[in-house]
């Protein structure tokens, strides 16, 4: 039998590598995503084992619906990844210009950090019917507070260290069931959110997070890593 694997933000990027190599790799991928811009129709085409699942990590009607539609399509959940994000423009000035009544930063935390918790608060029964019980948390080495050296970017560094504590705080509590929990940095990537001058492809990330999620892993092991299976400084 096939194993799973959600993926949510599918629909572009890092996510929609993610569900083409899970995919090629004859795994049932359960895409979440808001909208299709195309490339996951496309994928569905080549792929008869992946499809598309709804899913706004925003709002827990949309993520409790979306489990309850997995569970329709699957017995448990191997792998949850937690992949969509926003890199808010408003939160890269310095201190004195940075507009703090426009809602940017709870916005952030809102996608980076809460959308993670309430997908993975959903999906746990599922995945605790699930083989692999790993939960995947895409993070950034912006969310390290060791090696911090941006004098900006308040929401979304900020994001990505709750997010790094959210996956602790989940392996401390989890791992007696036989969970595994990653933070993983995918590397500074050609998408919408790198930018022109990224120097990663999406799809070389995506194979490198897919070797890491194919490790064994024991709960004890380091958490936070970036994509070429490097471990990093909290
Ligand atoms: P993109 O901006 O290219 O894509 C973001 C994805 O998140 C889109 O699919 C988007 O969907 C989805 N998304 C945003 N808000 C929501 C929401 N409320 N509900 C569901 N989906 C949502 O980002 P990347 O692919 O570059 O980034 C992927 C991950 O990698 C993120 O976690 C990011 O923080 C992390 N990362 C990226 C780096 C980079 O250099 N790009 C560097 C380090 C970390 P929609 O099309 O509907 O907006």
């Given at each position: 039998?096939?194993?799973?694997?959600?993926?949510?933000?599918?629909?572009?990027?890092?996510?929609?590598?993610?569900?083409?190599?899970?995919?090629?790799?004859?795994?049932q991928?359960?895409?979440?995503?808001?909208?299709?811009?195309?490339?996951?129709?496309?994928?569905?085409?080549?792929?008869?084992?992946?499809?598309?699942?709804?899913l706004?990590?925003?709002?827990?009607?949309s993520?409790?619906n979306?489990a309850?539609?997995?569970?329709?399509?699957?017995?448990?959940?191997?792998?949850l990844?937690?992949?969509?994000?926003?890199?808010?423009?408003?939160?890269?000035?310095?201190?004195?210009?940075l507009?703090?009544?426009?809602m940017?930063?709870?916005?952030?935390?809102?996608?980076?950090?809460?959308?993670?918790?309430?997908?993975?608060?959903?999906?746990?029964?599922?995945?605790?019917?699930?083989?692999?019980?790993?939960?995947?948390?895409v993070?950034?080495?912006a969310?390290?507070?060791?090696?911090?050296?941006?004098?900006?970017?308040?929401a979304?560094?900020?994001?990505?260290?709750a997010?790094?504590?959210?996956?602790?705080?989940?392996?401390?509590?989890?791992?007696?069931?036989?969970?595994k929990?990653?933070a993983?940095?995918?590397?500074?990537?050609?998408?919408?959110?790198?930018?022109?001058?990224?120097?990663?492809p999406?799809d070389?990330?995506?194979?490198?997070?897919?070797?890491l999620?194919?490790?064994?892993w024991?709960?004890s092991?380091?958490?936070?890593?970036?994509?070429?299976?490097?471990?990093?400084?909290?």
């Open positions: 039998m096939r194993e799973t694997v959600l993926i949510t933000g599918a629909n572009r990027g890092l996510g929609l590598a993610l569900a083409n190599k899970f995919g090629g790799e004859d795994w991928v359960l895409a979440g995503a808001r909208a299709d811009h195309g490339g996951l129709a496309d994928l569905v085409k080549r792929f008869p084992h992946v499809s598309v699942v709804s706004d990590v925003t709002d827990v009607d993520v409790r979306a309850r539609q997995v569970s329709e399509r699957a017995t448990g959940l191997d792998i990844i937690n992949n969509a994000a926003i890199f808010p423009e408003e939160g890269t000035p310095p201190l004195a210009k507009d703090l009544s426009d940017h930063l709870q916005r952030t935390m809102d996608v980076n950090v809460l959308g993670p918790l309430r997908v993975t608060q959903q999906f746990l029964p599922l995945l605790e019917r699930g083989q692999r019980k790993l939960i995947l948390n993070s950034s080495e969310g390290s507070i060791a090696d911090c050296r941006r004098k900006s970017q308040y979304y560094c900020m994001s990505k260290a997010l790094n504590m959210q996956s602790r705080i989940l392996q401390n509590d989890l791992g007696r069931k036989g969970f929990v990653l993983v940095h995918p590397g500074w990537m050609q998408t919408d959110m790198g930018g022109p001058d990224a120097t990663v999406p070389v990330s995506a194979a490198g997070i897919f070797r999620a194919m490790r064994h024991d709960p092991d380091e958490i936070y890593w970036d994509y070429r299976g490097n471990s990093l400084r909290w």
